[in-house]
């Protein structure tokens, strides 16, 4: 991109972005007429989208929590982090270590635009316009800000689901878990059909359908297909769960709907054997 041209001179509004569909869910501000169209198409399927959107926020707010305040982990790879708003991991892991270094990655011209002016003032922080389907070119740029030779909790929240093919997807994982150091953390959720007749594989599917219409590729992958991710890693209790399931704050008030079945996330070490393979 020239120095001139804005990251607007490059967006079609009238087209949704997955990253504007995702704020809307959120409640945030940073949406369209083209995004809020989808979010309707969502909530005609799924009415408790919003309420799950928030679910899985706080699932990362608590494993980001866990990983710095229990464990001392102060630099994060936030991939495909959407915009740095809301309750979201810098401001988590800031909360518990003032100097925890976070990067986030996104390739959403509007992320980036409203991240770097959210961001200008936090030292600590970088956003990074990087295609996260490129690891080597990614991590470049991200060594510039992180040590790769310490501990790094490596997120990818709800942005696997993205890639279409699940062998290009294994990879992608493995390349950015291979490069880092042992004693790092992948903190991982991807949405999910548990195929077995319930009202959530109904919605699972329904779901998958309708992004796909809109140009928003997801995939509702399985319980298996979702582990493959973890291969080699030591998961931590309580596993690969629900995201209300991981470690809840206290007892549950909201009642579950099937929207909440149809994402897996897990929190897994990565150990010596694994770190390192594709440098
Ligand atoms: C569903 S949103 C999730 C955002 C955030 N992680 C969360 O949990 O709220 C997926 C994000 O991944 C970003 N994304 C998708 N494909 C990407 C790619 N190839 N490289 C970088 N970012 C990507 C999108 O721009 C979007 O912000």
């Known amino acids: 991109m020239a120095t001139s041209e804005r990251p607007s001179d490059r967006v079609d509004f009238e087209r949704p972005s997955i990253a504007r569909v995702s704020d809307a869910l959120m409640g945030g501000q940073d949406h369209y007429a083209a995004d809020r169209a989808v979010l309707q ?3 005609d399927i799924a009415p408790d989208s919003p309420a799950m959107a ?3 926020r706080q699932w990362l707010v608590r494993a980001v929590r866990y990983l710095t305040e229990r464990l001392g982990v102060d630099q994060f ?11 979201n991991t810098h401001r988590v892991a800031q909360k518990y270590d003032p100097e925890a270094r976070v990067v986030y990655v ?4 509007v992320v980036q635009a409203h991240g770097r002016a959210l961001l200008v003032d936090n030292d600590y922080t970088h956003i990074s316009g990087n295609d996260l389907l490129r690891p080597a070119e990614t991590l470049a740029d991200v060594r510039r800000f992180i040590d790769l030779e310490r501990p790094v909790g490596l997120v990818l929240c709800a942005v696997v689901h993205h890639i279409t093919d699940l062998h290009q997807a ?3 994982v493995k390349s950015y878990v291979g490069a880092l150091a042992p004693g790092s953390y992948l903190v991982l959720l991807h949405h999910h ?5 319930t009202e959530a594989a109904t919605v699972a599917a329904s779901l998958q359908d309708r992004f796909g219409r809109t140009g ?3 995939h509702y992958r399985s319980r298996a297909e979702i582990a493959s991710f973890f291969d080699g890693l030591d998961l931590l209790e309580p596993g690969l769960t629900a995201p209300h399931e991981w470690w809840p704050d206290g007892p549950r008030l909201a009642p579950l709907t099937p929207v909440n079945r149809t994402s897996l996330c897990g929190v897994a070490r990565i150990p010596q054997a694994l770190s390192r393979r594709t440098q």
């Open 54 to 56: 928030q679910e899985v």
């Open 193 to 197: 059909n548990p195929d077995d007749g």
């Open 41 to 43: 198409q969502i909530l």
């Open 106 to 109: 996104d390739n959403d011209p």
């Open 170 to 172: 294994q990879q992608v």
């Open 77 to 87: 790879l936030d991939l495909g982090s959407g915009f740095p708003t809301v309750e």
């Open 216 to 218: 928003l590729d997801t």
